[in-house]
């Protein structure tokens, strides 16, 4: 059984990512958006997904989305993100961030001595962070694993 399988959809806890390698055949051509290869039954080599997905394993957790305020950035409810704890966080990074609290993904903006949170949804307005409010960012998402419909 996979760890997304055992992911609630609103987790608000860290799941750790297995360590098992999980390897997929890799195929050695670019895939065209158009018409497919005669090529297409010929693949390359093994892939690990964990060597592509994760930097640090002891620092990367899964987080299920809930919610609708990072569409435009192409995260959605039930969409299943890698969070890094070892990646620092920059201005403009998707972040899961903790405010007053609760745990939220957001665009990091810190400029000017000013911090925002900012949503990818124009229906959710920013979220300037006062001197009062405690902020942490928790990680960084470093990928979105969405399902096609």
Not at 61 to 81: C, H, N, P, Q, W
Not at 94 to 116: C, D, P, Q, S, W
Not at 142 to 149: C, V
Request: charge should be positive; hydrophobic fraction near 40%.
């Amino acid at each position: 059984m996979s760890v997304l399988q055992n992911l609630p959809l609103a987790s608000q806890h860290p799941v750790a990512v297995a360590a098992q390698p999980l390897c997929l055949e890799m195929c050695s051509w670019k895939v065209p958006a158009g018409f497919p290869s005669p090529a297409a039954d010929h693949s390359q080599k093994r892939i690990d997904l964990n060597e592509h997905l994760i930097r640090n394993k002891e620092a990367t957790f899964l987080f299920r989305v809930k919610g609708d305020s990072m569409v435009g950035a192409g995260i959605y409810e039930g969409d299943t993100l890698l969070v890094d704890r070892s990646v620092e966080p920059k201005h403009n990074s998707v972040v899961l961030a903790v405010i007053n609290g609760e745990f939220t993904v957001k665009r990091l903006y810190r400029r000017g001595g000013v911090v925002k949170l900012v949503a990818e949804n124009p229906l959710y307005p920013p979220r300037v962070i006062k001197p009062d409010e405690e902020l942490s960012v928790w990680g960084v998402v470093t990928f979105n694993l969405h399902k096609l419909s």
